[in-house]
């Protein structure tokens, strides 16, 4: 999960410098799920050649994944940054792990075990996380310069003078929250599929598949030019190419995996540590500034996440001594050779 928000921190950092060139993040998007499918169909041939058959109930959990975190997430957080501030984006985007605890709870992959110290360590770190991700965005403080060189990556536009729109901005806060709803009902619909089809996979394959097909033909429905879906080797391909092959193909069968195996609780909260690695890459290649809010909100944001981690850590234990049969102690008592007095 560390790897897959270092990519996912990467995808930022060039969706934010295919913007600036001037690309359609609908077209990118669009691009992107081409790229995921395009890798995570061979994968599945290679990996997954027995499966179980498919049913339609399988099939419909896959395409309203593929509605949810293909079409639906990407196009919904990516406009905010077009409406919003990237400051509000970035910090409404860190409810994701709330909202995941919220239905994990709801939908049964989670137990509260509130008056256990497993249950107060994944509540009170989900708060952590949180309260850092918002530390981290909104408090400024001092001024740190950790790089002796930096690099601008960005390229300066003319007529750069903001107007903030209060419409649009109340907007934009309102699919970012779309958005990260949509993002945490994946998860939990992934930990449903997990369940009922354990060629993991395969059911990425399916979800980057229908997700492509749907954001093109939304794509070409609204960017109906076609010079803005042509690409040349320049910084959009790149974009397109890494997040398609990277984000969308290899994490997210990654993630696939975690929900599996650790759940949907355990994959989110690794969520607000990409927020760390963003201002931690911007202040070195798009010469963004490195507050003491951010060393600070990424202190907690650890600390968070820890937390998280050793709660989930404690219940597997528990678990797994739940499943250890009970009369393995009395089997030893009674083979044990009696001793003389």
């Known amino acids: ?32 799920l081409v790229f995921g499918a395009a890798t995570t169909i061979p994968l599945a041939l290679i990996f997954e050649r ?18 949810l975190v293909g079409t639906l997430f990407q196009n ?17 985007y860190n409810l994701i792990p709330s909202m995941t605890f919220i239905l994990a709870v709801a939908g049964g992959f989670e137990k509260l075990n509130w008056r256990a110290a497993a249950g107060k360590a994944k509540v009170t770190g989900t708060v952590l996380g949180l309260a850092g991700a918002m530390l981290l965005t909104f408090y400024k403080g001092v001024e740190f310069d950790i790089w002796p060189v930096k690099i601008n990556l960005l390229q300066p536009r003319d007529n750069e003078d ?52 749907q954001s093109v033909i939304f794509g070409f429905c609204v960017v109906r030019d076609i010079n803005e879906w042509k690409m040349g080797w ?40 990409m927020l760390v690695i963003v201002a931690i890459a ?17 202190v907690l944001i650890v600390v968070g996440l820890y937390a998280v981690l050793w709660g989930k850590g404690k219940e597997t234990q528990k678990q797994r001594r739940e499943l250890e049969p009970p009369d393995i102690m009395e089997d030893s ?3 044990r050779p009696l001793l003389s007095p």
């Open 234 to 273: 320049d910084i959009r391909l790149l974009t397109s190419a890494f997040s398609g092959i990277l984000a969308s193909g290899i994490m997210i069968v990654i993630m696939a995996w975690c929900v599996r195996t650790k759940g949907p609780l355990f994959t989110s909260a690794f969520n607000p540590l």
């Open 333 to 335: 008592e009674a083979t």
């Open 1 to 32: 999960m560390v790897c897959v928000q270092i990519t996912f921190a990467a995808c930022n950092v060039l969706y934010k410098l295919s913007i600036n060139d001037g690309m359609s993040t609908i077209v990118t998007s669009a691009y992107r």
């Open 162 to 213: 903001e107007v903030v729109d209060t419409v649009a901005e109340i907007l934009g806060i309102l699919c970012v929250a779309a958005s990260c709803f949509c993002f945490s009902l994946w998860l939990i619909i992934q930990a449903k599929v997990n369940q009922e089809y354990p060629c993991y996979i395969t059911s990425i394959a399916m979800l980057n598949t229908i997700g492509a097909i």
């Open 282 to 298: 911007a202040s070195l290649t798009l010469d963004e500034k490195l507050y003491l809010g951010s060393l600070l909100g990424a």
């Open 76 to 92: 919904l957080f990516y406009g905010a940054l077009t409406l919003a501030s990237a400051t509000l984006v970035s910090a409404i």
């Open 50 to 67: 027995k499966r179980p058959q498919m049913t339609w109930r399988i099939f419909w959990l896959s395409f309203l994944s593929g509605l």
